[in-house]
Every structure is written in C-alpha cells, then in structure tokens.
C-alpha cells in the first residue's frame, strides 16, 4: 500500500541526517545560550551590549535568510582564503565547506538566540539563598554550578526548552533548501522524480509528528525528574 | 524638478553596483509581497482561529478532537512540508487544470497563502484556547449574576479578557509568521527572501543581497514589536505607569520578587 518506489533506504539516511544535525545544533545552541544568558546577566557593560545585539540580531530576522546568509557568505569568504592563500603563499589549497558543518553552525547560532533568553529567565529565576548556602558550605564556583544552579535552573527552563527544541527539530527542514540532502530534499527528488508529492511528503510529515511527539514524551519525563520535591506549586 | 533634485542620488546609487534601481524595485516589490502574504494570512488565521478556538475548548468530542488532530498534526510538521505538500499536491487534484481555479493555483502565491494560514491557525487557536481556559471563575460568575445569556457573556467578558491574555503568545506569533513567510520563496514566491536570492544570484554577492534584506526584516520585525507593545498597554490600562514604577524600585536592589 506504501509504494516508496525504491526511496526508502534515502528516506531512512534523510532521516538519520535531519536527527544527527538538530541533536549536534541543539547542543551548540544550548552551550551558546548559556553563554549568552550569563553575559546578559553580567554586570559589566560590554558583554551585556554584545549579548543583547546577538539575541535582537538574531531573533529579529527570518532563519533562512540567515541560514543563506551565513551559507553563501561563507561558501565566498572560504573562496576569498583560499584565492588569497594561493596569491601571497603559492598554496594550492580549496577549502570547501561541509553542508553538514554548515548547517550545525548556523542552526545552533541562530537558536543559540533563543536558548539564550530561556536561559537568562531560569537562572533568575533560582532562589538566592541557595546559592548563598551554597558558598556557606564551601563550594567553588565551578561546583555549585553542577550542583545547585543548573538543576534548579532546569526546573524553569524546561517549558522553553522543550518549545525552542520543537522549533529546532522543525527548522532542520530548511537545511534541504541550501542543499544538505535531509528527509525533506531527499522527499522533494523522489517526489519530482514519481509525481507522487502526496507519498513522499506525507511520510517525511508523518516521521517528523512522530519525532515531534516523542520529544514531547521525553521532556513530559524530564519535567517530572526536575520537578521533584516541588509537589504541588506550579513551575 | 523632482528628477533634477534626485539625480545626485541615482548617481550615488549607480556607483555602488548592486544597488542600482532595478533591484531596489526587485527588493520593493518583495517587501511588498511578503507584506501582503502575511497580513491576509494572519488577518485569515485569526478570523478563523476565534471559533476554533471555542470548538477547542468544547466538552463535546466530535467538536473538540478534530480541532485537536488538526492543530496536533500543523504544530508537529515543519512549514515547509505543509507548503511543498499543497503547493505541489495542487496539481494532482482532479480535473483542477482545467477549472476556473487553475490559474490562481499555479502562481505560488495561493498555495502559500493557503499554507501559511493553516499554519498560523493552528498555532493561534491553541494560543486562544489556552487563553478562554484560563479566564478566571469570577469573571464568569459575575457576567452570569448579572443575566447575561451566553453569546452577550462571550462578547463582552470571556473574549476581551482573553484577547488580553493572549497578547504577548499572539504577538509573538505575529513575528513568527512573518519569519516563516520567508519559506514562501522555495516555492518560487518573489518574497522579500526571493528578491534576495534573485539578486544573490545575478550580482554573486551573498553579503550585500541578504544582509540588506535581513535589515529590512529587521526593521519590520521591530515596528510590529512596538505595535504590538502599544497595543498590550491600550488593553492593559491598569498597567500604565508600573513598568516606569518597577524600574525605579529596581535601582534601589530587587524589591519586587520575580515570578517564577
């Protein structure tokens, strides 16, 4: 009844592809969100300034004018090295981007935007003088971190978390249209090639709900594990 | 007169390659498309997301769970599929090459229009519903002590009071579908992110032809934000003066406790 003429192997590769990038982008994007939230929340003016123009930057333009932004810019500026190598040091030497990188690079800044604010709000959001017991007790800065900012903190963050993750996994499709071969591009082939948009897009729709609805499962299980010992208020 | 005073501008214009007046027409016409696309479908999405919304909140389970699947399936596939699916499923509906609707269907334009509505209905409606539910039992109480019946109930209380809930989730889902109009230009649509792409394309100059159109993203992504904001204030008149308040006790250490 499902007839994928022969693109069920792809499909499945597309697959892996489009989950490999939005879990290597979700961790950039997570480790520059931390960043960013702290250099928002930091005294000094000049992080704070350049936190708040990365997030204003980022969040105020579409994701595929940046993600062609930063692909086509980079593919020319890579061009212009490597012109420039050649020229001063004789060097032979074509460096051509990886789609892959360049996808997971430019997912994880853009995100990196989003994950920056939910961070910023959690990590306010931590009772004081936990922290303050915390250096009563001798911990280094680095250990109360692990120990006592981050899991409380997960506790507030999870909601947008969960929904920047939702956002991520989906905006993964946009890679097929700057040419990594995703579900999505290697859908798009089949379909132009068959006639049959109706199989090939449905499906890729069909593993994308089921993608969807099992993050959902797995933060619902999170939300529970960071909620502990907070029974009955609301987070 | 006015060609005279604006030559010295064309000159400039011209010495800049790119930029020339042929693609800032190219970029207008986009700013103008995107512009039109978004606003019918959100002008759409959200004439249609009000009785869903209501059908979404039902106790009635033939009412409530299509809303549910539709909404469920919208927000758990990407935009872009939604939009390959109708734009290049249009075709193989039967006999529609040949009806009156065929001309319409086959620009892009349609098609995305259709798309991005669904989109923005489903995510609107979930963002409503959220809002009606969580309208407070007193307000209810009082509308109905009062003997109102139910549809003078819903106009006066339960929807205003809602739509002010709903303002920060919806204004940002203003922003959002401005963002995702931008897909529009893999189906062919010379959006604003078209006109990028086209002048990418004839000049090879990625940084001028996409920095210049994110600026203009940016702009308008900035004027809807201060719309949006004059509007949560409008509706929210016994706010007026706090945040002024707020920044003030802020100076003088966190006086006021932050919510989780």
């Known amino acids: ?235 | 007169m006015i060609d005279t005073l604006l030559s010295p501008f064309a000159i400039w214009l011209a010495e800049r390659a790119i930029f020339t007046p042929d693609t800032l027409a190219v970029y207008w016409q986009g700013v103008e498309t995107t512009l039109s696309l978004v606003s019918l479908s959100l002008l759409l999405g959200f004439l249609i997301s009000l009785p869903l919304s209501l059908a979404r909140g039902s106790r009635r389970g033939w009412l409530r769970r299509p809303v549910q699947a539709f909404t469920y399936v919208f927000r758990g596939t990407p935009l872009l599929v939604q939009l390959y699916l109708i734009y290049y499923g249009v075709v193989f509906i039967d006999d529609v090459q040949e009806s009156w609707l065929w001309p319409l269907v086959k620009e892009p334009f349609l098609p995305a229009l259709v798309a991005f509505t669904l989109n923005t209905v489903a995510y609107t409606t979930e963002i409503f519903h959220g809002a009606i539910a969580n309208t407070p039992r007193g307000e209810l109480e009082a509308a109905r002590a009062c003997g109102m019946s139910r549809p003078l109930m819903y106009r006066r209380i339960v929807f205003p009071s809602a739509f002010r809930r709903a303002l920060p989730a919806y204004g940002n889902e203003v922003i959002l579908t401005l963002h995702a109009s931008a897909i529009a230009s893999t189906v062919t649509l010379m959006d604003l992110t078209g006109a990028a792409q086209f002048v990418y394309s004839r000049f090879y100059a990625p940084f001028e032809a996409f920095i210049f159109a994110a600026l203009i993203y940016l702009v308008i992504t900035l004027t809807l934000l201060y719309a949006l904001r004059r509007l949560e204030a409008r509706f929210n008149p016994q706010l007026r003066g706090v945040r002024k308040q707020r920044r003030k006790i802020m100076a003088f250490g966190n006086a006021i406790p932050q919510k989780p």
């Open chain 1, 1 to 235: 009844m499902l007839n994928l003429h022969g693109y069920g192997v792809r499909l499945v590769e597309g697959a892996l592809v489009t989950i490999e990038l939005a879990a290597a982008s979700l961790i950039i994007a997570v480790l520059l969100g931390l960043v960013t939230a702290s250099a928002k929340l930091s005294k000094r003016r000049l992080p704070h300034l350049l936190a708040t123009l990365y997030t204003t930057l980022i969040r105020g333009v579409p994701d595929l004018v940046l993600m062609m932004l930063f692909f086509f810019g980079g593919q020319m500026l890579m061009n212009d090295v490597s012109d420039w190598l050649y020229a001063r040091f004789g060097l032979d030497l074509f460096i051509n981007i990886d789609a892959f990188i360049a996808g997971v690079l430019t997912i994880g800044l853009i995100f990196g935007a989003y994950m920056g604010e939910t961070f910023r709000g959690a990590i306010q959001a931590v009772d004081e003088g936990q922290l303050e017991a915390a250096t009563a007790c001798g911990m280094s800065q680095a250990l109360i971190f692990r120990r006592i900012r981050f899991p409380l903190m997960m506790r507030h963050a999870l909601p947008g978390l969960s929904n920047n993750w939702l956002v991520l996994l989906k905006t993964t499709a946009l890679v097929s249209v700057i040419g990594l071969s995703d579900m999505v591009h290697v859908a798009t082939q089949a379909s132009k090639a068959t006639l049959e948009p109706f199989t090939f897009m449905l499906f890729v729709g069909a593993i994308y709900l089921l993608l969807t609805s099992l993050s959902e499962w797995v933060f619902k299980r999170l939300t529970r594990k960071y909620n502990a010992g907070f029974a009955g208020e609301e987070s």
